[in-house]
């Protein structure tokens, strides 16, 4: 089992940034991918960014590439999502989530793992 508990969302401005965190417990954490998602309001969850066990391979969505960053530490146990150049249409509930399987994915459904979701809210 692993929890995870999301942290750093708020209400900003279009054009501020944020800084999400998410903490792990309970396994060990660099044995998991660990991904980002978010749900507006009415709409389904979808992929924001993923990184890989070491770091190695990262993906992201196309509508925050060049925005958003995820990283991660492993001697501490979180991942990151640095947010850049907010917009309107980030607002959301951001999930952090982690994966335990070797090959990278990107849908919620193949995440193992949830945390409870930061609110992200952006405005114009």
């Known amino acids: 089992q692993v929890q995870l508990v999301e942290s750093g969302g708020g209400l900003v401005q279009a054009g501020d940034s944020l800084r999400l965190s998410c903490a792990a417990s309970?396994?060990?954490?660099?044995?998991?991918?660990m991904g980002w998602f978010r749900q507006a309001p009415g709409k389904e969850r979808q992929f924001v960014a993923l990184?890989?066990?070491?770091?190695?391979?990262?993906f992201s969505a196309d509508s925050v590439r060049g925005r958003f960053t995820i990283s991660r530490d492993n001697a501490k146990n979180t991942v990151y999502l640095q947010m850049n150049s907010l917009k309107p249409e980030d607002t959301a509930v951001y999930f952090c989530?982690?994966?335990?399987?070797?090959?990278?994915?990107?849908?919620?459904?193949?995440?193992?793992?949830w945390g409870k979701g930061t609110l992200v809210t952006v405005s114009s």
């Open positions: 989530a982690a994966d335990i399987d070797r090959v990278l994915r990107t849908t919620p459904e193949a995440m193992d793992y």
């Open positions: 309970g396994r060990t954490f660099s044995n998991y991918a």
């Open positions: 990184i890989g066990r070491a770091a190695g391979s990262i």
